[in-house]
């Protein structure tokens, strides 16, 4: 089975429970809309609360992370935006070349934002996210193996100067990991 960005949307967004947070205006972007061709092979859905969420200096709410890698070694930290007005707003923290500093963290630089709302076009049906070219790391406390994360945080800049930032603390449930297909690690590991 193969699934796509917009696949992974609509499956965060399914898992979304709404509750208070301020309406979204759509950001503009300058970037055209890209051919979404990268496949997700791991899906990690972490359970928990955002004690920070901000977009383009405004703040949101929000209660599901999750982790994707592409096939390609792309990963994501999507997260599922409580907006009440915008039922898909999804904000992804995107980058490559991610590393361990040891068993229980995880660093990301990233290199894009991926942005989603209802105004952006679709595809089968599901908007497709607007690329931003940004700077910035995620980084995250605990691993999938043992089905534990404590924390993710995130902080990234776009082309544009708006600034990003994500502070995910777990509930403590276990973390739901879901293999799609096998593919190469794409993780940079020292203690392999």
Do not use: W
Request: aromatic share 6%; proline share 6%.
């Amino acid at each position: 089975m193969r699934l796509c960005r917009p696949v992974l949307a609509a499956a965060l967004l399914a898992l979304a429970s709404p509750c208070l947070a301020e309406s979204f205006a759509p950001i503009a972007v300058k970037n055209p809309l890209g051919q979404q061709t990268a496949f997700i092979d791991l899906l990690a859905l972490m359970s928990g609360h955002c004690k920070t969420l901000k977009v383009a200096g405004r703040t949101f709410a929000c209660k599901t992370v999750a982790y994707a890698h592409g096939g390609s070694g792309r990963v994501n930290f999507a997260v599922a935006v409580d907006d009440p007005s915008d039922g898909n707003h999804v904000v992804s923290f995107s980058g490559e070349n991610g590393k361990r500093a040891d068993d229980n963290s995880y660093e990301l630089p990233i290199d894009r934002m991926l942005l989603n709302s209802k105004d952006r076009p679709k595809v089968d049906g599901l908007p497709v996210p607007a690329e931003q070219t940004s700077t910035g790391v995620c980084r995250q406390t605990g691993n999938f193996a043992a089905k534990k994360v404590t924390d993710v945080t995130c902080s990234a800049t776009d082309s544009e100067g708006r600034r990003y930032e994500l502070l995910f603390v777990s509930d403590g449930t276990p973390v739901s990991v879901r293999r799609i297909r096998q593919s190469a690690p794409s993780i940079q590991d020292p203690f392999k």
